[in-house]
Nanobody
């Protein structure tokens, strides 16, 4: 699975952005998908994940209630709706596909095998 993330940009605190990640290949619907982020000088961290069917989701505590992950398997696309953004959400956001088809939903980067190129999100105070 090849991934292309988009939708990042500059937004004021309290604003919203929606990230998209378009996947190539006919097997997109068989893989869990996730979003991770990496801020300057920090390690990459988990943000959200969604199961291959879309029936299960998982979020980092820092984004619960503000971010929503979703997917459209007909469009081979996963989304991250980000509301009430904070300056600490500033980072490069990466989408990723799970290593195994029909796998168990997990939240560690090692469980994801294909990564997109990242899209920059900057939240000004």
């Amino acid at each position: 699975v090849q991934l292309q993330a988009s939708g990042g940009g500059l937004v004021q605190a309290g604003g919203s952005l929606r990230l998209s990640c378009a996947a190539s290949g006919r097997t997109f619907s068989r893989y869990n998908m996730g979003w991770f982020r990496q801020a300057p000088g920090k390690e990459r961290e988990f943000v959200a994940a969604i199961s291959w069917s879309g029936g299960s989701t998982s979020y980092a505590d820092s984004v619960k209630g503000r971010f929503t992950i979703s997917r459209d398997n007909n469009k081979n696309t996963v989304y991250l709706q980000m509301n009430r953004l904070k300056p600490e959400d500033t980072a490069v956001y990466y989408c990723a596909a799970g290593r195994q088809m029909f796998g168990v939903l997990r939240s560690t980067s090692g469980d994801f095998g294909s990564w997109g190129q990242g899209t920059q999100v900057t939240v000004s105070s």
